[in-house]
């Protein structure tokens, strides 16, 4: 491996680090942004998205699985679909 080569690898193993750290916690995804993941690797938001697509890239890799789907409209879909067959079950 060339000086480049390592220096990019080392870049992204200090990004991953960072990022797991940070969703390190459950329900941390939305909190641990692209940004604040810069920060904590003491990095630019430049060289994460040199290294990954975006956060769901990055929350993959580092995490091994897909990103959790967690938010408002998906919480409104998911009791908007319940609510008719709760009504059903009463």
């Known amino acids: 491996m060339n000086r480049r080569q390592l220096a990019k690898a080392q870049t992204r193993a200090r990004i991953i680090a960072a990022a797991q750290k940070l969703w390190a916690e459950p329900g941390s995804y939305n909190d641990g942004t692209i940004r604040v993941i ?13 290294n990954f ?11 091994g699985y897909e990103p959790p789907i967690d938010s408002a409209e998906v919480r409104a879909a998911l009791k908007a679909v319940a609510q008719p067959i709760l009504a059903e079950a009463a």
């Open 38 to 50: 810069a920060d904590a690797a003491g990095m630019s938001t430049g060289a994460i998205f040199a």
């Open 53 to 63: 697509e975006g956060k769901e890239d990055l929350w993959r890799v580092a995490m």
